[in-house]
């Protein structure tokens, strides 16, 4: 064989794209149907980014994951597949546009509903266009030929027969309802897009004098505006200070009106007077209450947030913060204000434009949830459906348990239009899956289908089955579906996946899905989600250009444990980084020093290949368990371990000695034994790190064909080799205690040691064995062969030089030794110097002493920090007493 180079620096840049698209053209993305094991697929629908920007960091950990997964089982030979597509966001995207024509000094009623969606789509074309970049970028091993979005034929012919079905269901109704209204995006929101806050207010108390005769009911509020649309005053019935009132009627300050005052167990009579104002149109408790009293409702608003013609003429016109000011004034003028008081609590907020939300009355659609939330829960309860972590089964639970219907109409131009007809004639309403020109009932051609829009959500909610082409009997969908895992933060489990399980229930009998994994947030060092606001974001691309891809990839991994957020920054990615630079340094090594060799057909094995096979075996095992239980960390965390440590560390560095003082034939041997483990190593890392195992992949000359469809190493027992893998351990403790030891004497590497080992009888053959690797990894003193090596037999125990000035004795499993540092170093300095180091660690463990003895410590700060300065502690005592045998050792 000819020696392969590869280029010295390491530069992800090179390669990257090129490999992309090697694997593009041959197709490598899309499922084999002739290559595959089992009749169940492996399946994952992305969670559709929204096309009103670019991918932040939290879109590349979850593309990262799914990612991870699919090439994972696509290795394992699962007929695997992972569509793309992207989700039309109704809201977030209508807002990109309305911002660009307000910067024009237009709005879209100047361009009229036709050519604004017209813009919308432009802007989504401009968007879909970098989202797909990136993901490229990012390694995104997805099929493209199936890729989908939310407003194509497809999937809106999907929409429109989900929403016919459930109206035929009795499972939509349409009517006059509370809402939460945006005044901003001016649409109404469902209860799971409001964002509730703590945020500072006022509680005003206020007089509400009797119709008839003397005196008056406090009250208090924090939006006195509102106190125009009350249509009662409410006490509880047990209450017996307003008992014998309940039933008479009150003067509504600053209207001309009067309202009852009535009995409801909905007021908390220990709460403040005991007396709250009912405003059934801007408060959906009230609204209850009303309905149970069956009070009339005045909506005082308009959609713009200004208060509306219910409200008395002077107030008319006003926003809502200054319609406030102007009543609180003329409340106070009047006599009616008691006082104020400054408080904090929870208001309501457009989980898109921030804005204070309104419960408004409007006519709207709404789903009816129960009956789906109960097919849901009873699934999950089935088993049907598996969290990871567990933890979130509590949350799923509990939001099915107390579901309310689901607000599906947006006042929108951009999305889905609501596939519902009113003629102008008989006043009918006519749902439809087909457009209607005429009145099916009457024959009127004046019908108007309804202006408004579907919520986002109510696509998305589809997009496990329509992706695959439902409601039509597709290929895809019988051959794909149900999907077999969903990967998304837990931020839109209510949004989006108990949705899915929902839709997924009622219109295929299936659940969508059967493993869920729920991911934690990225967060910066301080704990702070990222953000534009902060200032603390990092963008993916960013990285990608900076590190390589692999290194975003498999930090992001390696940071990823279930149940846990991710504090990250920058300086993480060197870690992935660094990974991806060994993988190249130590391939590049290797490849290198095959000038001459010739592969050797069934290559006898050494101990140390048997040991760091039966290691590989061991990592396949574990990541198999880990990827299977998404557990990306403790697959990314073996990975590392197993690569960094056991291969670099110990076998290549085991095999240069093979390399370079072996005749031709044991040359050959141990070139085609690591080129066969260097392969496999490849093929256990690709998940984690595609690009640059790709890339060194197909440099081998002992490999054909792609490395992502290549199979992933599995366990076989014939490879354990327990007892080798012990004899192993024992002689690297060994080498470990030796290199710490020159470590700690500031010795450097090129300067030689004499050793002396008294190995325990079960591991004296190996070590003996193993003379020269020993030797050579410990930097001992060359001479005849291992002549700085010495092997103490039990005949010989009276020649152990144990107490002789200079020597330095370690212990470890299965072993003693004496390291003669009298030879390589100054004793005397050496005595100095770790008196010294005794005591700074004396001080230190004084100082540890006194703050874990102080019980206002130990019983406020965090477990896990009180069990950090312990372990500090601990770790200082054995330090000290390791120095102070080290002194002995040498006197």
């Not at 390491?10 to 390669?15: G, L, T």
């Not at 997964?69 to 989700?87: A, K, N, Y």
């Not at 090596?789 to 072993?815: C, M, N, Q, T, Y």
């Amino acid at each position: 064989m000819k020696a392969i180079e590869l280029e010295k620096a390491f530069d992800p840049k090179a390669f990257e794209d090129r490999i992309y698209a090697v694997w593009k053209d041959a197709g490598a993305f899309t499922p084999r149907t002739d290559k595959h094991t089992g009749e169940n697929p492996y399946v994952i629908v992305i969670p559709p980014p929204n096309v009103t920007g670019v991918l932040h960091l939290g879109h590349a950990l979850n593309m990262t994951l799914q990612d991870i997964v699919i090439r994972f089982h696509r290795m394992r030979g699962e007929r695997t597949l992972w569509v793309p597509g992207t989700d039309h966001a109704g809201i977030a995207t209508q807002n990109v546009v309305e911002r660009r024509l307000k910067a024009q000094g237009k709005s879209r009623r100047d361009l009229g509903r036709s050519r604004f969606v017209e813009a919308v789509w432009e802007v989504k074309a401009e968007h879909h266009a970098l989202i797909s970049r990136q993901l490229e970028r990012m390694g995104a091993s997805v099929d493209w030929d199936r890729e989908r979005f939310t407003l194509d034929e497809g999937l809106s012919r999907a929409v429109r027969e989900v929403f016919v079905s459930l109206y035929e269901r009795d499972l939509l109704y349409k009517g006059n309802y509370l809402v939460n209204w945006c005044t901003s995006c001016g649409t109404a929101l469902s209860d799971d897009e409001v964002d509730h806050e703590d945020t500072a207010g006022k509680l005003y108390h206020i007089r509400y004098p009797f119709a008839e005769g003397e005196g008056f009911l406090e009250l208090a509020t924090t939006r006195p505006e509102t106190m125009l649309a009350d249509t009662a005053v409410a006490v509880h019935p047990e209450d017996a200070r307003y008992r014998d009132l309940v039933g008479k009627t009150l003067r509504l300050p600053l209207t001309d009106r009067e309202i009852p005052l009535i009995a409801d167990t909905y007021v908390e009579k220990d709460f403040g007077t005991g007396v709250v104002k009912i405003t059934p149109a801007h408060d959906p408790n009230d609204w209850e209450v009303a309905k149970r009293h069956g009070l009339g409702a005045i909506n005082l608003l308009t959609p713009d947030g200004r208060l509306g013609e219910a409200a008395p003429e002077k107030y008319r016109g006003l926003p809502v913060k200054a319609a406030r000011e102007k009543v609180l004034e003329d409340l106070k003028a009047g006599g009616f204000y008691i006082k104020e008081a400054d408080i904090t609590h929870a208001v309501g907020h457009c989980y898109r434009c921030h804005t204070v939300i309104e419960p408004f009355l409007s006519e709207q659609w709404f789903v009816r949830m129960k009956p789906l939330a109960e097919k849901a829960l009873a699934s999950w309860q089935r088993g049907e459906i598996i969290f990871y972590p567990r933890k979130w089964e509590n949350t799923y639970r509990h939001w099915l348990l107390h579901i309310r219907d689901w607000c599906i109409s947006r006042q929108l131009w951009w999305g889905h239009r609501i596939p519902a007809w009113a003629c102008a004639s008989c006043g009918r309403l006519t749902v439809s899956r087909e457009d209607l020109s005429v009145c099916p009932h009457c024959g009127c051609p004046e019908v108007a289908q309804d202006p408004d829009v579907l919520d986002t959500w109510f696509s998305s909610w589809l997009w496990p089955f329509s992706t695959l082409g439902w409601p039509e009997e597709t290929g895809d969908l019988k051959a794909f579906y149900p999907t077999t895992a969903l990967v998304t933060g837990y931020d839109i489990i209510f949004f989006w996946v108990a949705r899915m399980i929902m839709a997924g229930l009622e219109f295929t009998d299936q659940t969508p899905f059967r493993d869920i994994y729920i991911h934690g947030l990225l967060r910066d060092k301080q704990g702070r989600k990222m953000s534009k606001s902060l200032g603390n974001g990092l963008d993916p691309l960013e990285l990608v250009d900076e590190f390589g891809a692999d290194a975003l990839k498999f930090t992001l991994a390696f940071m990823c444990a279930q149940g846990q957020d991710i504090l990250v920054d920058k300086e993480s990615f060197k870690m992935g980084s660094k990974f991806a630079n060994k993988i190249w340094n130590a391939s590049r090594y290797i490849l290198m020093n095959l000038e001459g060799r010739a592969l050797v057909k069934d290559p006898a094995l050494l101990p140390v290949d048997t040991w760091l096979y039966s290691r590989l075996n061991r990592a396949a095992r574990i990541m198999e368990e880990a990827l299977g239980s998404y557990r990306y960390n403790d697959a990314a965390q073996t990975a590392y371990e197993y690569f960094w440590n056991d291969f670099c560390d110990w076998y290549v560095e085991a095999a240069k000695r093979s390399m370079r003082e072996g005749d031709d034939a044991e040359r050959d041997r141990a070139a085609t034994v690591l080129l066969d483990i260097l392969a496999e190593s490849l093929r256990l890392l690709h998940p984690l790190l595609p690009f640059v195992t790709e890339e060194i992949y197909q440099k081998l000359p002992n490999t054909e064909g792609l490395l992502i469809t290549a199979p992933y190493p599995r366990y076989r027992q014939d490879r354990d080799a327990p007892e080798t893998e012990d004899r192993f351990d024992c002689l690297r403790e060994l080498v470990r205690a030796v290199r710490t030891l020159r470590s700690e004497c500031t010795i450097p590497p090129d300067k030689k040691l004499r050793l002396q080992v008294r190995p325990a009888a079960q591991y004296a053959p190996f070590l003996e064995e193993h003379a020269a690797l020993l030797a050579g990894l410990c930097g001992l003193s060359d001479g005849d062969g291992a002549a700085g090596l010495i092997f103490e037999h039990p005949d010989s125990f009276e020649k152990s030089p144990s107490g002789a000035p200079g020597v330095i004795g370690l212990v470890g499993r299965g072993f003693e030794a004496f390291v003669f540092i009298g030879e390589a170093a100054d004793t005397a300095f050496l005595k100095q110097k770790f008196t010294k180091e005794i005591e700074k660690d004396r001080s230190f463990i004084a100082s540890l002493q006194k703050k874990l003895s102080n019980e206002s410590f130990v019983k406020n700060a965090p477990p896990e920090l009180v069990e950090g300065e312990r372990a500090k502690l601990e770790t200082s005592r054995q330090r000290i007493e390791k120095l102070e045998s080290y002194i002995r050792d040498m006197s």
